[in-house]
């Protein structure tokens, strides 16, 4: 038996714009789902879960902290449940943009390939989810899927991502509080 979570919004905005309930939808579509996955699922009968994940939890995009924080909370979710679940295999795909399809409009494909980030041909992209399936092993829980200056941007970027599950968290923490008060 195998799961594969491909759930996630977008709703892009500077963060002086960007409204705690849209907040809220975008991480909570991706994070929470993944969540009650690792609740719920029975691992002794899986053989994988599959969690599609994106290079902007990794290394960020303009407009997209809480997208960022919400797939970066799977990853780590990912690496829990790998450490968790000896007989399955735990994969987290941080795919970068798709051309011609997926959740990057061409306008998001440009600017990105500006920042030296190549878009994931479909044929390529299903190729190397086949490849990864047939000869990726336990253990190898995070991989990351498409052409771009990775290197570069990891440690800036995941402080910053960090720091927006925290604020998340602690929000939840306040408004429960409140609403305890009232």
């Known amino acids: 038996d195998a799961v594969l979570h491909g759930a996630g919004i977008i709703e892009d905005s500077s963060i ?3 409204s705690f309930l849209s907040f809220e939808r975008v991480f909570d579509t991706k994070a929470d789902s993944t969540s009650i996955l690792s609740r719920k699922l029975r691992p002794e009968q899986l053989k994988w879960i599959l969690l599609f994940s994106s290079i902007s939890g990794r290394f960020g995009n303009n407009g997209q902290y809480d997208y960022a924080a919400a797939n970066e909370t799977v990853n780590r979710l ?3 449940m790998d450490s968790q679940w000896p007989k399955t295999r735990v994969l987290a795909i941080n795919w970068g943009p798709w051309s011609s399809s997926g959740m990057a409009s ?3 494909q440009y600017l990105l390939q500006a920042q030296g980030i190549t878009p994931i041909d479909p044929a390529v992209g299903r190729q190397f989810f086949v490849d990864e399936m047939t000869y990726g092993s336990k253990g190898e829980v ?4 498409g052409k771009g200056p990775w290197e570069h941007k990891a440690d800036q970027v995941l402080s910053s991502v960090f720091e927006a599950s925290f604020l998340l968290l602690h929000v939840r923490e306040l408004t429960k509080i409140a609403e305890r008060s009232r």
């Open 16 to 18: 002086e714009k960007k």
């Open 106 to 108: 061409e306008g998001v």
């Open 78 to 80: 990912a690496w829990q």
């Open 142 to 145: 995070e991989i990351i899927a």
